[in-house]
């Protein structure tokens, strides 16, 4: 079975991605605004362990709502959740 996973390129999506290797054809996923191509790093990394890559962009709009809900909260946490949110619900 295919999984998709959100991928940052970092070690702990890294080390995710090899734990489930076991149990799923695992796919990786960068998000991104198209604002930079940080993106690449998660590319490169990506190729390093041997998985397939993709981007996908999201939103600006979702973005802008992100962080306006930080700042209503006062706090990153609810934001950065409706940004996974939209992810999840794009590469799906």
């Known amino acids: 079975m295919e999984l998709a996973l959100l991928y940052s390129g970092g070690k702990d999506s890294s080390l995710v991605a090899l734990l489930l290797d076991s149990f799923y054809d695992v796919r990786l996923v960068t998000a991104h605004f198209g604002v930079t191509g940080d993106w690449e790093h ?51």
């Open 42 to 92: 998660a590319e490169r990394a990506a190729e390093a362990l041997g998985y397939p890559f993709e981007t996908v962009e999201l939103d600006v709009d979702v973005a802008v709502g992100a962080v306006d809900r930080m700042r209503e909260d006062g706090y990153p946490r609810n934001g950065i959740q409706r940004v996974h949110e939209h992810a999840l619900e794009v590469v799906a």
